[in-house]
């Protein structure tokens, strides 16, 4: 019989006893019940049965996540290019394992068909592979300018980075984003679609399944009050963002007002006449 990882373990035991009522917090690598008092009900489109109820994340729970991953970037930088690209490995093939469960989670929240939930993880698992090959875009280059001059540069990490998702591709903005930001030595804060946060919660659980160090991952839910926090607090240092246009907009402002890098993917609908 397959053994089953600790986090593997504890999450499916959690699902069990709480038989799917409210989404965890996964702050400095453990699953965590919020104390909110605001939730949100996630229904299965097709019977409209309450999936999960995910909170509103307390403003306590959020500045413990921002620690967590100011924390854990102070070791996580340090880590050589080649020991990140190990865990890229090691996440695409705990993703191909668990394609039937991340599949499912999209169907029974976001609605999609199997076939399309697959492709949804299918199209993040491809940058996910493409993280593999992390040692050739962290390469900097050299140039002789003058006989007694050089110019070089050199990339490094930034810091914490957030990431704020929409509900259309539960698994593959996700995956657009934490892949590559942990891959380049960064610590990540995401933000799943208050509508369809299960995919998420899975790459949480395979992230810390495959070694991923605490911290180094956070996962907060919400709407307008963690939206807020991620775009204004101080260590905080980029926000990426893929949704709708106004709230794109509001976005990009208000991490540029905060001295933040953001970028902004907005609209992405298919138009008809």
Not at 130 to 150: C, F, P, R, W
Not at 159 to 169: E, H, Y
Request: some cysteine; hydrophobic content about 40%; aromatic content about 6%.
């Amino acid at each position: 019989m397959k053994s089953l990882s600790r986090h593997t373990l504890l999450f499916q035991r959690t699902l069990h006893k709480r038989a799917m009522s409210t989404t965890q917090l996964f702050i400095n690598g453990e699953f965590i019940d919020s104390q909110a008092t605001e939730h949100i009900e996630v229904r299965n489109p097709a019977t409209q049965e309450i999936v999960t109820r995910v909170p509103q994340t307390t403003q306590h729970e959020l500045d413990e996540a921002a620690r967590s991953a100011s924390h854990a970037f102070r070791e996580w930088r340090k880590t050589s290019v080649l020991s990140r690209q190990r865990k890229m490995l090691d996440l695409q093939h705990a993703i191909r394992a668990n394609m039937d469960e991340l599949a499912t989670s999209i169907v029974n929240e976001q609605g999609k068909v199997m076939g399309d939930a697959r492709g949804d993880v299918m199209r993040g698992l491809q940058v996910v592979e493409d993280m593999a090959n992390i040692t050739h875009y962290m390469q900097g280059n050299k140039l002789e300018v003058s006989s007694d001059m050089d110019t070089y540069t050199v990339r490094e990490p930034l810091g914490v980075v957030a990431g704020i998702c929409p509900f259309n591709f539960p698994a593959m903005i996700p995956l657009w984003m934490f892949p590559v930001a942990l891959a380049t030595g960064n610590t990540c804060i995401l933000k799943p679609s208050e509508r369809d946060p299960g995919a998420a919660m899975i790459l949480a659980r395979l992230c810390a399944d495959i070694g991923i160090p605490r911290g180094v991952l956070n996962i907060v839910h919400g709407a307008h009050d963690t939206v807020n926090f991620l775009t204004s607090d101080s260590r905080i240092r980029a926000v990426s963002f893929v949704g709708g246009d106004k709230a794109g907009k509001y976005i990009y402002e208000r991490s540029a007002q905060n001295g933040k890098r953001c970028q902004a993917n907005l609209g992405a609908k298919n138009h008809a006449i």
